[in-house]
């Protein structure tokens, strides 16, 4: 096991620090998708309101956010810790270098997609929004950081960098493809919902969380250590889980809804 474990990852860096990190970022962002399929929703999107009908009672007003304040929010730290590491670590190996460009791109294309490409409809509850900005935040810092820890390491076996560049840049693209797909759904000043069409649309509903998913295998299997891993599991348990929630939702919002289109894995799930 350790044999192949070798082959393909660093060996873990002596850091207690991504040793944590690597365990919250799984269990966290895991149970955060378990509970989307529960239909404990984290409140952004669709789902932004999703509690004001509860009939439990309130000990705190929730505080909301316009969708592009809140979508700002989520973003800007994580592209702003993957710019200020250029300055900070600026003399290292090739894959470093790859692993943080990979992240920088990533979440600028997402600040450029709130500020021009997206439109709105709903708003942002302020306890989501801190929760998924600190968990990018915290994902792009901490793999950095691993990275630069593993300067100087022995590469594994089996080299995965061209791989995961041509992975990351199908992400990317994919991603930002059918985003702009949803952008094109509404008229200016138009509020409502529609039934997306176009792209991968016919045979799943949440097809840019694929190419989402697909971006952080990308950066994994650049860096091919153990945290992006860890990482990139948890994401994408918890887009399962928030593409099955979605699903759902449209299906009880669209009586036509085709029952052909999946949530997120064409032809599977």
Not at 34 to 57: A, R, T
Not at 210 to 229: H, N
Not at 244 to 258: E, G, I, V
Request: hydrophobic fraction near 45%; aromatic fraction near 16%.
């Amino acid at each position: 096991m350790m044999t192949l474990f070798g082959k393909f990852l660093f060996p873990p860096p002596p850091s207690l620090f991504i040793t944590a990190m690597s365990v919250i970022s799984f269990v966290s962002i895991s149970k955060i998708g378990l509970s989307e399929i529960k239909g404990n929703h984290l409140q952004y999107s669709k789902f932004w309101n999703v509690n004001n009908n509860s009939k439990k009672p309130k000990v705190v007003k929730e505080i909301k956010l316009s969708s592009k304040t809140g979508m700002l929010i989520l973003y800007t730290p994580a592209f702003l810790a993957g710019a200020i590491s250029f300055w900070l670590f600026p003399n290292h190996d090739l894959r470093f270098l790859l692993v943080k460009s990979a992240l920088t791109l990533h979440f600028f294309k997402r600040v450029f997609e709130v500020l021009f490409v997206h439109r709105y409809s709903g708003m942002m509850v302020l306890d989501s929004t801190i929760l998924i900005s600190l968990s990018y935040f915290m994902s792009t810092v901490s793999m950095i950081y691993n990275q630069h820890l593993l300067q100087g390491t022995p590469n594994p076996q089996i080299d995965l960098k061209l791989v995961g560049i041509v992975v990351f840049f199908v992400g990317i693209v994919g991603n930002f493809y059918h985003h702009y797909i949803l952008s094109k759904l509404r008229e200016k000043n138009d509020k409502g919902y529609k039934m997306p069409t176009g792209g991968l649309f016919g045979l799943v509903i949440c097809p840019h969380y694929l190419f989402e998913i697909l971006v952080f295998v990308g950066i994994s299997l650049i860096s091919q250590s153990v945290y992006p891993v860890s990482f990139t599991i948890g994401t994408a348990i918890y887009l399962t889980g928030r593409s099955y929630a979605t699903r759902n939702w449209y299906l009880s919002k669209f009586p036509n809804f085709p029952k052909h289109v999946k949530a997120l894995i064409p032809f599977v799930f």
